[in-house]
Nanobody, 125 residues
């Protein structure tokens, strides 16, 4: 059974930090690019960040560049997202997802094969 278990969400004040983790099982983790998405109430799911399994290259949406850092540990089948200088507009449910390195860009939800259940991040002003 494929599982992507996101954790680490919570409530934090603006300017604070949170670290998300995504533990994967049931598939060959190091054969997939992994991405983080988020969805705020009433908004579409947004691609936040992604990391390649081929060369470790990373993607960040403009609004999080310089504040978020994505990383992966293939030995532990785990993806991470370190979020610093958090803003109220970062409030959302955060999801991790896995896709083939050859199928579409990081922000295209249809390119992803597997999705986690999401973890809530709330940033208070």
């Amino acid at each position: 059974e494929v599982q992507l278990q996101a954790s680490g969400g919570g409530l934090v004040q603006a300017g604070g930090s949170l670290g998300l983790s995504c533990a994967a099982s049931g598939f060959t983790f190091d054969g997939y690019n992994i991405g983080w998405f988020r969805q705020a109430p009433g908004k579409e799911r947004e691609g936040v960040s992604g990391i390649s399994t081929l060369d470790g290259s990373t993607y960040y949406t403009d609004s999080v560049k310089g504040r978020f850092t994505i990383s992966r540990d293939d030995a532990k089948n785990t993806l991470y997202l370190q979020m610093n200088s958090l803003k109220p507009e970062d409030t959302a449910v955060y999801y991790c997802a896995a896709k083939s390195p050859y199928s579409g860009g990081y922000t295209y939800t249809g390119a992803y094969d597997y999705w986690g259940q999401g973890t809530q991040v709330t940033v208070s002003s």
